[in-house]
């Protein structure tokens, strides 16, 4: 029970952390600003993706 706990902290305590400091929102306003980097953030994740998929 004790191990299912650490991992369940390890999961979502980055999560509690983001919502509590209010990065989500500072990212959003940045995306806002930059919308081009949408575009390459999404490359970025669909090519390490495919890399990762077919390796």
């Known amino acids: 029970m004790k191990v299912i706990k650490q991992i369940l902290n390890f999961i979502f305590e980055p999560v509690r952390f983001v919502g ?3 990065i ?3 990212i ?3 995306f ?3 919308k081009w980097l949408i575009y390459v953030l999404a490359l ?3 090519t390490a993706v495919f890399i990762i ?3």
Request: hydrophobic letters at 35%.
């Open 20 to 22: 509590s400091r209010n």
């Open 44 to 46: 970025v994740i669909t």
């Open 32 to 34: 806002d600003k930059h």
């Open 24 to 26: 989500s929102n500072v």
């Open 28 to 30: 959003v306003k940045f």
């Open 53 to 55: 998929y077919y390796i």
